[in-house]
């Protein structure tokens, strides 16, 4: 039987234990029931070991995060992360619905599913997979990716350069813990602003659609015009700066963690780079950030799409029709414009002020 020295140490022990675990909620302003709420949210807290230890989630600069269901990583996050997290998680789970009731299938194989978005790029010593969705912040992303190895002064972040790896084949997907291991990371944006990024970019600057002699006779909204009836009536669209987004990404069946709009980008990155232990990078500015284009979002859709015929613009609806549909964007004539139509979702900005500055 054992000593009354023992049951004592035991008892005392287990009291430390349990004000040490009381200490912590109430210091993360954590309850039991915000507990089951913060592990029904978020989905990429996989397990990455065949064992229940709990894994490392230092956010030391030398150690990568490492993700498990049984560990309320959540809680390490600042209050606007927190609410970000919720919120991709909520765009997230209304993309597999919408995927859902348009019958496209949000099942993902590990075993036997062939598909997978067209550009998966891999930082394994940061756990980072990242869907590369063209006119979606992807070239930031990318020279983001150099700068973690050091590199500042890459030319041409289209390249590798060995600073990334390029997913290719179906081997890596199928080891299903290694796999999950990853935080997986999508950028997305409103199939309009996005259809005239690829506009300004590869016509104005670089003159890819219409040679440079024909357009120089005509208006910039001339050209734009020209793209829509030229480029978006084909019934396949191969370049994949215009091709519609939901497809070529695989937005309904592959198990995306994280999915960032282009329109709230700067919020994202900051909960992105919490996830990857990354902090300690600054991200790459956007042109705008950088001072080179010098209007917003909305100049650029009023003097170019809002010239538009009301038959060229259908032309583009009927073109990214399923955009809308799955990524439940906004169109140009609704209230809300760029942002999601999911009421929440157009908040963000005031919420997240309420979170840094409470009453």
Not at 90 to 114: G, H, M, P, Q, V
Not at 172 to 195: A, C, M, Q, W
Request: proline share 4%; aromatic share 14%; net charge positive.
């Amino acid at each position: 039987m054992a000593s009354y020295g023992s049951k004592r140490s035991a008892a005392l022990f287990f009291l430390l234990v349990l004000t040490g675990i009381l200490i912590f909620c109430s210091t993360n302003k954590v309850g039991v029931g915000d507990q089951k709420i913060t592990l029904e949210l978020v989905s990429f807290f996989q397990k990455t070991s065949t064992s229940n230890q709990l894994q490392d989630v230092s956010f030391s600069n030398k150690t990568p995060i490492t993700f498990n269901r049984d560990y309320p990583t959540y809680l390490t996050l600042s209050p606007k992360n927190q609410l970000l997290l919720k919120k991709s998680q909520k765009i997230l789970a209304r993309i597999k619905d919408n995927c859902r009731k348009l019958n496209i299938s949000t099942k993902w194989d590990y075993e036997d599913n062939f598909s997978k978005p067209r550009l998966l790029l891999v930082k394994p010593e940061h756990h980072i997979m990242y869907g590369s969705n063209p006119k979606t912040g992807s070239t930031s992303f990318k020279k983001f990716l150099f700068i973690l190895d050091g590199d500042y002064k890459t030319a041409n972040p289209h390249l590798p350069h060995g600073h990334y790896k390029i997913v290719r084949g179906t081997n890596f997907f199928r080891n299903k813990e290694h796999f999950d291991g990853y935080v997986k990371i999508l950028s997305i944006r409103n199939p309009i602003t996005r259809l005239l990024s690829a506009f300004r970019n590869k016509q104005l600057r670089k003159f890819w659609y219409i040679k440079e002699e024909v357009a120089s006779k005509m208006t910039e909204s001339e050209q734009f015009a020209r793209v829509v009836r030229k480029r978006l009536t084909k019934p396949h669209i191969a370049d994949v700066h215009l091709m519609p987004q939901w497809q070529q990404m695989d937005i309904c069946s592959f198990p995306y963690d994280v999915v960032m709009q282009f329109e709230e980008a700067s919020q994202y990155i900051s909960l992105v780079q919490h996830l990857t232990n990354t902090t300690h990078v600054e991200f790459p500015g956007s042109r705008t950030e950088k001072g080179k284009d010098t209007h917003d979002t909305m100049y650029y859709a009023n003097q170019y799409f809002g010239a538009l015929t009301p038959e060229e613009k259908a032309i583009v609806y009927k073109q990214y029709e399923m955009d809308f549909k799955v990524l439940g964007y906004t169109r140009y004539e609704e209230e809300g414009f760029p942002y999601l139509s999911f009421q929440d979702s157009v908040k963000t900005q005031n919420e997240i002020y309420k979170s840094d500055n409470p009453s």
